[in-house]
């Protein structure tokens, strides 16, 4: 790999869950699971449109306790259930496909081993501040996907 070929930004994150892969994989394909978990505690989700399909689109908003709301679009590039998902990710102001996501999940015996790894192609003065702070946010949703995940769902 020459540099060009390196992402300007790369998050790798893997925990295991004590919940089976499919139960995993459900809370990211469907909009009511994802609205409680896919923002970092005290944000919100208000706005999970979701056309869940290889090409789809989906076009979400995350509201911050002030009432600012934060979009993101992006489509999903690979869906394999209940293995992996890919999608890119773009902000209103930055570059197209911008991010790209990759969600594994593993089966180990009845729990899973969810790797999530995300990567920026380009960082801009807008996008940079999402990139630092992507650990942050996706330990805290990884957290509220884990407890969602572990309790059945429900």
């Known amino acids: 790999m020459n540099s060009h070929d390196r992402p300007a930004f790369e998050l790798v994150l893997t925990r295991v869950i004590a ?3 499919e ?8 909009p009511a699971q994802l609205r409680r978990w896919f923002s970092p505690h005290p944000y919100t989700l208000p706005l ?4 869940f399909r290889p090409g789809g689109r989906f076009h979400m908003a995350m509201r911050s306790p002030e009432g600012v ?6 489509v999903y590039k690979e869906i394999v259930p209940p293995s992996k998902l890919v999608f890119t990710g773009e902000f209103p102001y930055g570059p197209a ?3 790209l996501t990759t969600v594994t999940f593993e089966a180990e015996g009845t729990h899973t081993k969810l790797t999530m790894r995300q990567t920026f192609s380009v960082l801009t003065p807008e996008t940079e501040p999402h990139a630092k702070g992507a650990e942050l946010g996706w330990t805290a949703t990884l957290d509220q996907l884990q407890a969602l995940a572990e309790s059945g769902n429900r």
């Open 23 to 30: 139960r995993v994989f459900a809370a990211w394909s469907e």
């Open 48 to 51: 999970c449109e979701m056309d």
């Open 69 to 74: 709301d934060h979009e993101f679009t992006g």
């Open 97 to 99: 496909d911008q991010i």
């Open 19 to 21: 919940a089976p892969r």
